[in-house]
């Protein structure tokens, strides 16, 4: 059986904590920022935690060695 190997775009947008949930950063921080209120760009600072269906999914398909 070949090795499975993590998809390389999950390993830029995803970390896992040490009890296993998965971080992500906010989306909507790339470009744009003129566009966006002070806002939009203060509240968006900073990661999430991903709901745990959704992050069970990632671990599974995009990170099977994390």
Known sequence: MPKLKTKSGAKKRFKLTG???VIYAQRG???GMIK???K???NLRGTN???KSDGDNVKKFFL???
């Open 19 to 21: 009890t296993g949930k």
């Open 29 to 31: 921080k790339r470009h």
């Open 36 to 38: 966006r209120t002070n």
């Open 40 to 42: 939009q760009i203060r």
């Open 49 to 51: 935690v991903m709901f």
């Open 64 to 66: 099977p060695n994390a």
